[in-house]
């Protein structure tokens, strides 16, 4: 097991792509359980703080420590097998999400978790509960995790798989590998009827694994996964549509999402259903503009859609995809549609550059990126962008929105030019937060919460809440070593 203690060795631990900012003693490189057991049981020991690192690639500051040590997952990154028959995947955390999907997808399977920064290890999009473009369709990561072994806060080991273990009500028992028992209250507080990930997942009699996932390195380090898998799709239709005016581009949306929705529940092939949606602003477009000759200057708004065919189904399904183009004035001409596999690779780099650029912006100016992360129900969503842009305009601030409108769920990036300017942005993004749970939205569709959005899940939940969330990492990390500060402030645990 390698251990790095120089500062110039470890500094890329020390920073995620928000340009979020910590320190650690050690950055320690198990290639085993075993290794990560030994780890934890000493750091229980010295009574040492622990931070879990993946690819770095996270946006809310959860993997950069605030002192302690560090356990970078990197070594662990075996596909232990992949079941082609019975569809399913068993892998180590630090597998590379692209990398594995190229695997299962040259095997004619799909894993649907579709987050932009496509090089995050596997490990983390669980931790996370991450999602993305397809998630308008296939949800989030939480709906193809079957298994999971986890080390716990304290060393001891945990297995869990789906359906097995149950919450009775609100009171959930574990019994690790060495027979420990566990005993979970669970907090009894209203998750939002939205893409959400903020603060654990629980609720009445729930499956034991859900409590994990999505609880951003605090309650357990995973050691290894076992992934649902489906039948890769024989084609796509996909396009890059260009609209002279937003309000047209948002119609189209409407009337999408809707089709799709409908037509999802009744599983006509035959039918409009999307499995992605996304929005693309006018300073969006402008930002990508000297890249993308596509864009024109007249476009207001571009939305990318994708559907999956068959080559039954993929006339019929363009000339309905055409018709809606044309209902709601789509700039046809100058559209992109991808015709083949290149072309396709070459919508997933369009849609996931106004993410890298916007990062590259904030670094250039050695601030922290303020972007939001919201989601708010179908019937509030046009009445809450509205207010967003508003608001936005009226202060002065620049700013790109793009994102995942299908699901409700922009990322409404302010881009500050100083510190001045950064303070206000970040009072407006609090105000933003604020309204999408008046809404009956979350303040955290995708992103999670980490160590820079904690007061406003609490803004979201109340003290109350928060200190039964607290109660669940108390019983888990007794020591309080684990992920401290990711998702609440640690002034909780006292409680």
Aim: charged share 25%.
């Amino acid at each position: 097991m390698i251990i790095k203690k120089d500062k110039s060795e470890i500094e890329s631990f020390l920073v995620d792509a928000a340009n979020y900012k910590g320190e650690c003693s050690a950055v320690y490189f198990p290639e085993n359980e075993n290794e990560i057991i030994e780890i934890v049981k000493n750091a229980n020991s010295k009574n040492e703080r622990i931070t879990i690192a993946g690819n770095g690639t996270g946006l809310t500051g959860s993997r950069v420590p605030k002192g302690g040590i560090v356990i970078s997952m990197s070594k662990l990154d075996k596909v232990i097998e992949i079941s082609y028959s019975e569809k399913f995947a068993i892998v180590q955390p630090a597998v590379v999400l692209q990398e594995f999907q190229k695997i299962v997808s040259e095997n004619g399977l799909f894993y649907p978790p579709d987050p932009t920064e496509q090089d995050c290890f596997i490990g983390a999009t669980i931790a996370t509960n991450s999602s993305g473009a397809k998630s308008f369709k296939y949800g989030a990561t939480r709906s193809y995790v079957l298994e999971l072994r986890i080390v716990l806060p304290n060393g001891e080991l945990l297995e869990l798989k789906r359906n097995e273990n149950f919450a009775n009500g609100n009171t959930l028992s574990l019994t690790t590998v060495d027979g420990s028992q566990i005993k979970i209250e669970l907090p009894n507080y209203h998750i939002p009827n939205v893409k959400h990930t903020a603060g654990y997942y629980t609720k009445e009699n729930m499956d034991a694994i859900d409590l994990f996932i999505g609880s951003e390195g605090t309650l357990g380090i995973i050691t290894e996964a076992k992934l649902k898998l489906l039948d890769k799709t024989e084609n796509l239709i996909s396009g890059i549509l260009f609209f002279s005016n937003e309000a047209n581009a948002l119609d189209f949306v409407d009337d999408a999402r809707a089709e799709s929705i409908k037509h999802r529940a009744t599983k006509d092939e035959t039918e409009l259903n999307a499995r992605g949606l996304e929005l693309f602003d006018f300073y969006s477009l402008q930002f990508l503009k000297s890249d993308y000759q596509q864009i024109k200057d007249n476009h207001q708004a571009a939305i990318w859609f994708e559907q999956e065919t068959t080559s039954k189904t993929e006339d019929a399904l363009l000339e309905k995809w055409m018709g809606l183009m044309g209902k709601h004035s789509a700039d046809i001409d100058n559209s992109w549609f991808a015709m083949d596999s290149r072309e396709l690779e070459k919508f997933k780099t369009f849609r996931h550059a106004i993410s890298s650029k916007v990062s590259e912006f904030i670094a250039q100016k050695g601030l922290r990126k303020v972007g939001t992360d919201t989601a708010v129900p179908i019937n509030h969503f046009r009445e809450y962008y509205e207010e967003m842009k508003a608001s936005v305009k009226e202060s002065g601030l620049n700013y790109i929105c793009y994102g995942h409108v299908g699901d409700c769920h922009l990322h409404l990036n302010m881009l500050p030019e100083n510190e001045a300017e950064f303070i206000h942005a970040k009072g407006l993004y609090k105000i933003f937060c604020k309204r999408a749970v008046e809404l009956g939205g979350t303040i955290s569709a995708e992103h999670g919460i980490g160590k820079m959005k904690r007061d406003y899940l609490l803004d979201m939940y109340g003290e109350k809440k928060i200190k039964q969330m607290a109660n669940i990492k108390r019983k888990l990390d007794p020591n309080r070593l684990l992920g401290i500060g990711n998702i609440f402030d640690e002034k909780f645990l006292d409680a």
